[in-house]
């Protein structure tokens, strides 16, 4: 699978942005969709995740209210939908992909970065 990633920007606080990450055909029928993110001198942290196969989700405290994931599964697409930017906001933002038969992730357990081995290469989020 390969994953390419799209939407990043520059804009200003309190604006919006969608981010797209494509996705090539593959037969996986559970797997584990994320995003993350990392800041200059930051740790790459998850900030969404869905599962397929059971429809579990995780946001970050710090992103909940503000962010919506979702997935076009006709265009094997997953977005990242961003209102009400904010300056900590701003990172390079990359989606990943992992198959497994049970979530990587609870509602309150952020997915980690180790347990996904496809990754886009990443779309940068500015925000002013």
């Known amino acids: 699978v390969q994953l390419v990633e799209s939407g990043g920007a520059s804009v200003q606080a309190g604006g919006s942005l969608r981010l797209s990450c494509a996705a090539s055909r593959h037969t996986h029928s559970r797997y584990c969709l994320a995003w993350f993110r990392q800041a200059p001198g930051k740790e790459r942290e998850g900030v969404a995740a869905?599962?397929?196969?059971?429809?579990?989700?995780y946001y970050a405290d710090s992103v909940k209210g503000r962010f919506t994931m979702s997935q076009d599964a006709d265009k094997n697409t997953l977005y990242l939908q961003m209102n009400n930017l904010k300056p900590e906001d701003t990172a390079m933002y990359y989606c990943?992909?992992?198959?497994?038969?049970?979530?990587?992730?609870?509602?309150?357990?952020?997915?980690?970065?180790?347990?996904?081995?496809?990754w886009g290469q990443g779309t940068q989020v500015t925000v002013s």
């Open positions: 869905f599962y397929v196969g059971g429809g579990s989700t």
């Open positions: 990943a992909i992992e198959p497994s038969a049970v979530p990587l992730f609870s509602m309150t357990v952020s997915p980690r970065d180790t347990d996904f081995n496809t």
